[in-house]
């Protein structure tokens, strides 16, 4: 029961990522129409259409004049992670990260942690590559970034069979195990830095409670982004760093109750006056 | 060792090497990026789904998100995956695999969200101002045929491309002539009608041949283009090109052409 608890977001989030996989199934092979298509663009019980909004970036920056449903999808999309999820995108719905955090297991359990040799790979690298999707889209005219992107490998190779993706997905898998501890999410990956910029001003935000912490950092340890911890037992304050993925990992290694969800500016008031 | 004697790098040399490392490894980034991008795009001989733009318009259109392949009936649309040759995630078909069967309701088209596929290329609009789909509209390539490999040019009776087309005697008209090898047969040869054919390949997958001795291209590789030098005199429309062309209406005057074209007709040998 405690093992349940205090896995409970990482079992929500495993349940959100292969939920969303197995319905994008379901509407190919069985034809169900809850939700269709797959994470480029979507209809969602038939009517709501949800896409990738960088997707759509790259795509204007080629120069097509895209149709509406896909304009509207993506502001759908765009709006719910701007006012709500921040880089959620990232933990809850992307398939690599299932990847990526099984690399991350087994680097902990081979403990490569320790023997890691530490060269830098800057985490503004996402960026820069998100800036070159955008050039090389507009120079090319095509989505750049969507002739070579895991996520849209693995996705699509889940719901319509994965053929030669494979490699792509394990070069992914194996440079996250030898390569650099978070590498491809960390530091590559120019959708999650695209997320991290629209999120930056959302709602839903962990908060560190300092009172409560008693600076075992086990938080820091757990966290794939770890520069966004860096108000741990420092001061009490929401973590408002957009390379947040809201995974939750920290609040549940907490042992101390320090950190929860908390709607930002909301109660941002409310603990000023306290 | 000698690493150990260097000075210290100062924090303005370390900002200037690290700068000048970032632009090294985004060129190499990009240049392999582009090579990469410039090869997968290159690819002229797939065939998409109906009502597609012009490949290049539909590479940068399409989001890949397999919508018209899931509502394709007969799976006859498939997404391009790694290796397949054809730019990664977008919908292709086969034809010698799986045709396309021209449904009347083209379940593919409406529902791309993206505008890869235009509905407006496969309808008409009806007397009382109606849209109304209409699949023989469609131009997904053109059947073309190998005649020294077709049997039916051998003079062996096969007319399956002819039956399986979903136009038949549109798209597709037998030619009869006399047989001289054997003075008592006719062939019975297929042609394809090119304006009518929607490149639906219907008669690709039902060729009897080994390979298929008729197969559909994209309309890029199959059409040929003849200039906009010739004009045909037959055609009222096209005369009309004549007073547009440079120098036009002017009058080319040769020795011969000194008599009156009649006069030559009736005098010269002919
Ligand atoms: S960083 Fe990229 S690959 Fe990783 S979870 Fe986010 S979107 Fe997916
Ligand atoms: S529905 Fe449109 S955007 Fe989606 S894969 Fe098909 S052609 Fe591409």
């Given at each position: 029961m405690t093992w349940l608890f205090k896995h409970r977001f990482l079992i929500l989030r495993r349940l959100s990522q292969i939920g969303m996989i197995f319905l994008y199934f379901a509407a190919n092979v069985?034809?169900?129409?809850?939700l269709q298509g797959n994470l480029g663009s979507s209809l969602l019980f038939e009517t709501l259409p949800l896409s990738d909004p960088f997707a759509v970036v790259q795509m204007s920056a080629a120069g097509a004049l895209l149709g509406l449903d896909l304009l509207i999808g993506a502001g759908i999309i765009t709006l719910f992670y701007a006012l709500i999820?921040?880089?959620a995108f990232c933990s809850w719905?992307?398939?690599?990260n299932m990847i990526t955090d099984a690399a991350n297991g087994l680097r902990r359990l081979l403990r490569i942690n320790e023997v890691e040799y530490r060269y830098v790979l800057s985490r503004h690298l996402r960026y820069w590559i998100l800036a070159l999707s955008i050039v090389l889209s507009a120079i090319f005219?095509?989505?750049?970034?969507e002739f070579v992107s895991p996520i849209g490998i693995l996705n699509r190779g889940l719901i319509f069979g994965i053929g030669f993706g494979g490699a792509v997905i394990a070069g992914v898998f194996l440079f996250d195990l030898f390569g650099a501890k978070n590498g491809f999410c960390g530091h590559l990956c120019p959708l999650g830095g695209f997320y991290s910029l629209i999120g930056?001003?959302?709602?839903i935000r962990v908060k560190h409670n300092q009172e409560k912490?008693?600076?075992?950092?086990k938080c820091t340890e757990i966290?794939?982004?770890?520069?966004?911890?860096?108000m741990i037992g420092k001061r009490s304050e929401f973590?408002?760093?957009?390379?947040?993925?809201?995974?939750a990992r920290c609040i549940e290694v907490c042992e101390s109750d320090a950190l929860h969800f908390d709607i930002r500016f909301l109660n941002q008031k409310k603990s000023a006056s306290l | 060792m000698a690493k150990d004697k260097l000075p210290p790098l100062n924090e303005r040399r370390r900002f200037l090497l690290q700068t000048l490392q970032g632009i090294g490894l985004a060129t190499l980034g990009a240049l392999t990026w582009s090579a990469y991008i410039d090869e997968a795009s290159a690819a002229s001989l797939v065939l998409r789904p109906p009502?597609?733009?012009k490949e290049e318009d539909f590479l940068s259109h399409?989001?890949?998100?397999?919508l018209c392949v899931e509502a394709c009936p007969f799976d006859t649309l498939k997404l391009a995956r790694?290796?397949?040759?054809?730019?990664?995630?977008t919908p292709y078909f086969r034809a010698r695999e799986i045709p396309c069967?021209?449904?009347?309701?083209?379940?593919?088209?409406?529902?791309?969200?993206?505008?890869?596929?235009?509905?407006s290329f496969v309808s008409t609009i009806t007397k009382n101002g109606d849209k109304e789909l209409d699949?023989?509209?469609?131009?997904?390539g053109i059947a073309v045929i190998d005649a020294d490999q077709c049997i039916a040019f051998w003079?062996?009776?096969?007319?399956a491309c002819y039956r399986a087309c979903p136009l038949i005697n549109e798209a597709i008209v037998i030619d009869a002539s006399r047989?001289?090898?054997?003075?008592k047969h006719a062939f019975m040869a297929p042609r394809v009608i090119g304006d009518v054919?929607?490149?639906?390949?219907m008669c690709e997958k039902a060729c009897v041949t080994d390979k298929a001795s008729i197969f559909v291209l994209p309309l890029a590789v199959a059409k040929g283009r003849a200039g906009s030098?010739?004009?045909?005199?037959?055609d009222a429309q096209d005369e009309n090109r004549l007073k547009d062309q440079?120098?036009?209406g002017e009058t080319t005057l040769t020795p011969k052409s000194s008599q009156k074209p009649i006069d030559y007709l009736n005098s010269e040998e002919f």
């Open positions: 069985w034809g169900w129409k809850i999820g921040g880089r719905v992307c398939p690599v005219g095509v989505a750049a970034f930056r001003f959302s709602l912490c008693t600076v075992c950092m966290c794939p982004e770890k520069p966004v911890l860096h973590v408002t760093m957009g390379e947040c993925s809201n995974c | 009502a597609a733009l399409c989001i890949r998100c397999g790694a290796g397949d040759n054809i730019p990664i995630g069967h021209m449904c009347k309701d083209i379940p593919c088209v409406p529902v791309c969200p993206s505008g890869a596929l235009d509905e699949i023989t509209l469609a131009a997904m003079g062996i009776q096969c007319d047989n001289d090898r054997t003075g054919c929607t490149g639906c390949g030098n010739y004009i045909k005199g037959w440079k120098g036009g």
